[in-house]
């Protein structure tokens, strides 16, 4: 493969990165360049059809063409990161690598052929990272930072939905809705486009009404439509508006390009519209799930954004080139663990106040423990949550909560994280790890002591929540050689406190090697 552009002078201050997606029906990369105050230069995107998903969703697995296929494009991708002296690149895999039974196999081929290492990313974190994108490049545009607005990614084996409120992440669902998947489960390449059309319409419709509950549409009045699919509506009927990254459709002349499309075959669709039959046979499942999706909204036109995951990704290793956090992803974050929090209806004041004391606590110890400001954010999110089996049962309830979180999609972790988050508030009360705890022996050592460093945190700062605070602010540490001091306000019930601390700070003692001392401010 032979680049059209020659690579930019690199400096020290200068770092040229790349995002490499390996979806259902294409591998597509961007190289760009990380300028020191944070700016990304995208100067280089590619994309090759490779068609994994049809075989995932046909057959479970990854067929050895497709196989072979895929690290043929990767090796050529290779040879363009070297030319570029790219020195960063994160490479990740969707929906059809990670339902395909022998991906492991086919990431250790990649790894083997290659060098790449590719990561198997969850929907959660697809949806992070195209939200991100999406987020930077609509800036306060249109007013969609004051709607209520539905971000929309129809991918090949899956469909990201993500509800903004007033600019912040209010929820995100993933639906097995793609226009690959949707092909190859109905079988709407044979037959006539009328009726293929038909059975596409109903079982869209179909699955759509099983989530509406947890995600009601109808107050969404900002529609936001990210995917190639998208933008090939944006090119034929859309129109400007006062941001070069957003096309504006309306959704008369949306429906009208929908009937259209819908009464042509994919290779009708291919000649008519100069498209690669790949992208021509995907076309009207993808825009029958814009639409209906458009239909169940209050808005009256369709914005198209011309961002990507990959954009996310790039923008991910903009901030670890520069060290520099998103605040905005983070604060989704919370506001996801929030979410989750009311709706177990747990005591919120309680669960907010073990958090604060976590991550007070975390900084406090901060030489001690040696951790870094991510897992800071996993250990306030456990705090949030770690009351939320109680919702199942009052019995055990640590332990049901370390279900209900494992299997909760946090907006911003991936499954990994989530994992910790889960570990940790299992262990805020009764026993501390044990070897005969197969869900903690099974994490890697290095992920143990992470989980271990964070529930001590945990359990200390429930203890002191449960003297009846008035604020958690009110509590001030020091340390003191051997002894973390606990000044504990005149409000707090002190014996309660002492007797807290007692039941709960032994595993504190044994991963800090320092006792707690309370003294009344």
């Given at each position: ?12 201050a ?65 040879q363009?990161l ?30 083997m ?5 590719v ?5 959660a ?9 999406v ?66 319409r ?14 009601p ?83 009256d ?115 990994r ?105």
């Amino acid at each position: 493969m032979e680049s059209s552009k020659k690579p930019p002078e690199n400096t020290n201050a200068v770092k040229n990165v790349a995002a490499i997606d390996v979806g259902a029906n294409a591998l597509r990369m961007a190289i760009a360049e990380v300028l020191p105050d944070g700016r990304i230069n995208t100067f280089e995107r590619l994309q090759r059809a490779v068609r994994l998903g049809q075989d995932t969703f046909r057959r479970g697995r990854i067929g050895g063409e497709s196989m072979r296929a895929a690290i043929a494009v990767l090796r050529d991708y290779r040879q363009v990161l070297d030319l570029y002296n790219v020195e960063q690149v994160r490479s990740v895999a969707t929906t059809a690598v990670r339902e395909a039974s022998n991906a492991d196999i086919f990431i250790d081929r990649v790894f083997m052929a290659t060098g790449l290492q590719v990561d198997v990313i969850d929907p959660a974190e697809e949806s992070r990272l195209t939200v991100s994108a999406v987020r930077r490049a609509v800036g306060g545009a249109m007013g969609i930072n004051r709607d209520e607005t539905l971000i929309v990614d129809v991918g090949g084996g899956s469909t990201l939905l993500t509800v903004l409120q007033d600019g912040e992440i209010a929820a995100s669902q993933s639906l097995r809705l793609g226009s690959i998947r949707l092909q190859e489960i109905l079988s709407t390449s044979e037959g006539l486009p009328e009726r293929s059309a038909e059975l596409l319409r109903h079982h869209i419709v179909n699955s759509l009404s099983t989530f509406q509950g947890s995600m009601p549409l109808e107050s969404v009045r900002s529609f936001v439509a990210v995917g190639g699919d998208a933008r090939f509506a944006a090119c034929r009927i859309g129109k400007p508006t006062e941001s070069p990254d957003l096309v504006k459709i309306d959704r008369r002349q949306f429906d009208r390009l929908v009937d259209r499309c819908g009464r042509h075959t994919a290779e009708e669709l291919s000649k008519q519209y100069g498209l690669p039959f790949a992208e021509a046979e995907t076309l009207n499942p993808a825009l029958l799930i814009y639409q209906i999706l458009l239909h169940k909204c209050r808005a009256d036109s369709m914005i198209v954004s011309h961002v990507s995951m990959r954009d996310g990704l790039l923008m991910e290793l903009a901030c670890a080139v520069t060290g520099k956090e998103d605040e905005s992803l983070l604060a989704g974050v919370i506001r996801s663990a929030m979410t989750i929090a009311e709706k177990y209806r747990i005591d919120m004041k309680h669960a907010r106040d073990v958090a604060e004391l976590s991550v007070r606590l975390f900084d406090q110890l901060k030489s001690d423990h040696g951790l870094s400001t991510r897992h800071r954010l996993l250990l306030r999110v456990a705090g949030l949550l770690h009351d939320i089996g109680g919702f199942v049962s009052s019995r055990s309830h640590h332990k049901h909560s370390y279900y209900l979180i494992g299997n909760s999609e946090i907006f911003g972790l991936n499954r990994r994280e989530t994992e910790i988050v889960a570990q940790v508030a299992r262990y805020h009360r009764h026993a501390a790890p044990r070897p005969s705890h197969l869900q903690y022996t099974y994490l890697p050592r290095e992920t143990r002591l992470v989980v271990t460093k964070l529930a001590a945190l945990l359990r200390v700062a429930d203890a002191l929540a449960r003297g009846q605070l008035r604020e958690s602010s009110d509590f001030q540490f020091d340390r003191q050689g051997d002894e973390l001091l606990i000044y504990v306000p005149g409000g707090a019930d002190m014996r309660l406190v002492q007797l807290a601390i007692t039941a709960r700070g032994e595993l504190f003692e044994d991963v800090y090697g320092m006792k707690i001392r309370l003294e009344e401010a």
